[in-house]
């Protein structure tokens, strides 16, 4: 069993950064692929990134490529999700996920966090 606990959401201008934080129990982290997700109202949960077991590889959505880097510290069972150049089409309610093996950009994660808001104002 896996927790997951977000943080770091907030309410930034356009064109500003945050700093996403997901921090997770237990002491298997590390057999744990992690995925970032957003939701905004009357939408489809969608993949925003992912990195892989050990941190060496890194993937994101087109729509952050470039704006967003996701980091982990197995030492310290957290994940990070970096957002800089923040658009207002960003505003959503962000969720970490983990799952055994590898990065998918679907929703089958075993394990989710409750979200943490994050809202960019124009």
């Known amino acids: 069993q896996v927790q997951l606990v977000e943080s770091g959401g907030g309410l930034v201008q356009a064109g500003g950064s945050l700093r996403l934080s997901c921090l997770a129990s237990?002491?298997?982290?590390?057999?744990?692929?992690m995925g970032w997700f957003r939701q905004s109202p009357g939408k489809e949960r969608e993949f925003v990134g992912g990195?892989?077991?050990?941190?060496?590889?890194?993937y994101y959505a087109d729509s952050v490529k470039g704006r967003f880097t996701i980091s982990r510290d197995n030492a310290k069972n957290t994940v990070y999700l970096q957002m800089n150049s923040l658009k207002a089409e960003d505003t959503a309610v962000y969720y970490c996920?983990?799952?055994?093996?590898?990065?998918?950009?679907?929703?089958?994660?075993?394990?989710w966090g409750q979200g943490t808001q994050v809202t960019v104002s124009s």
């Open positions: 996920a983990a799952r055994r093996s590898i990065v998918v950009v679907t929703t089958d994660y075993s394990y």
């Open positions: 237990g002491r298997t982290f590390s057999r744990y692929a």
């Open positions: 990195i892989s077991l050990s941190g060496g590889s890194t």
